[in-house]
């Protein structure tokens, strides 16, 4: 199983459950971990009878919440040990220093650092990093509607010090109120729709989705998202 993690105080989980839709609709099994303070996967993600941990499934995606290790969520679901969760891939939602330590993301194959420019995403971001004694390569994922070179300098900034390589790569999204709105409406009817997303937002899906996804071609990822624009 592959493991994607996605660190930051950011909101992100909408975010990573859209991405999520992309793989399954490109016929990936997915699970998304939320491992972060907050859970909020447990509001916004429709599930039966749950317990203080549990994996529910949406939109064909597993989601697992309360979860502290790959063994606890192995264990839920009956699987023996020394036996692998039976996912393609696994997207971990992390804002918290045990949970990095967890789900060993510093042995993931990719880590993405999401963030805004607001200070307390800025700090308490980078406060999850405060325990590693090891580098550990970042891409950055940002979140701001007017991107400049000063807010990155700024992040930069604070990050020194912090043991983190970042990746030269930067994925920029510019987040609209409009994209807001959607993701709200996507959470009160319970589905995942990207009909009203502008345009900058899915497009930052698809670029991420080609990255991750690399067995799958770029056009076969333009397709399953406009088949999610139709309503699969």
Same mark, same amino acid.
């Given at each position: 199983?592959r493991k994607?993690g996605f660190i930051?105080?950011?909101d992100?989980?909408d975010?990573?459950?859209?991405?999520?839709?992309?793989?399954?609709? &490109?016929?990936?099994?997915v699970?998304?971990?939320?491992?972060?303070?907050?859970q909020?996967a447990?509001?916004?993600?429709p599930?039966i009878?749950?317990?203080k941990?549990?994996?529910?499934?949406?939109?064909?995606?597993d989601?697992a919440?309360?979860f502290?290790?790959y063994?606890?969520i192995?264990?839920?679901l009956?699987?023996?040990?020394?036996?692998?969760?039976?996912?393609?891939?696994?997207f971990?939602d992390?804002?918290n220093?045990?949970?990095?330590?967890?789900?060993?993301?510093q042995?993931?194959?990719?880590?993405y650092?999401?963030t805004?420019?607001?200070?307390?995403s800025?700090n308490r971001? &980078?406060?999850i990093?405060s325990?590693?004694?090891?580098?550990?390569?970042?891409t950055k994922?940002l979140?701001?509607?007017?991107?400049?070179?000063?807010e990155?300098?700024?992040?930069?900034f604070l990050?020194l010090g912090?043991?983190v390589?970042w990746?030269?790569?930067?994925?920029y999204?510019?987040?609209?109120?409009g994209?807001?709105?959607?993701i709200?409406?996507?959470?009160?009817i319970a589905k995942?729709?990207?009909?009203n997303l502008?345009?900058?937002?899915?497009?930052s899906?698809m670029y991420l989705?080609?990255?991750?996804?690399?067995?799958?071609?770029?056009?076969n990822?333009k397709?399953?998202?406009?088949?999610?624009?139709?309503?699969?």
């Amino acid at each position: 199983m592959r493991k994607i993690g996605f660190i930051g105080a950011y909101d992100k989980i909408d975010f990573i459950i859209y991405l999520a839709k992309i793989g399954v609709v &490109l016929g990936k099994k997915v699970l998304v971990i939320d491992s972060t303070i907050n859970q909020k996967a447990k509001y916004i993600v429709p599930k039966i009878n749950p317990t203080k941990s549990y994996v529910t499934t949406y939109e064909n995606i597993d989601v697992a919440v309360g979860f502290e290790n790959y063994e606890e969520i192995k264990q839920y679901l009956g699987i023996p040990d020394g036996v692998d969760l039976e996912y393609d891939i696994a997207f971990i939602d992390c804002d918290n220093s045990s949970s990095l330590s967890g789900f060993e993301l510093q042995a993931a194959e990719k880590n993405y650092f999401v963030t805004s420019f607001d200070l307390f995403s800025l700090n308490r971001g &980078l406060e999850i990093l405060s325990g590693l004694t090891t580098p550990m390569t970042l891409t950055k994922i940002l979140f701001s509607k007017m991107m400049t070179k000063e807010e990155d300098d700024y992040l930069n900034f604070l990050a020194l010090g912090y043991k983190v390589v970042w990746d030269n790569e930067k994925i920029y999204l510019p987040f609209e109120s409009g994209d807001q709105s959607a993701i709200m409406e996507n959470q009160r009817i319970a589905k995942v729709k990207f009909k009203n997303l502008s345009v900058p937002y899915k497009e930052s899906l698809m670029y991420l989705a080609e990255e991750i996804f690399k067995d799958v071609k770029s056009s076969n990822v333009k397709k399953a998202v406009k088949q999610i624009e139709k309503g699969v």
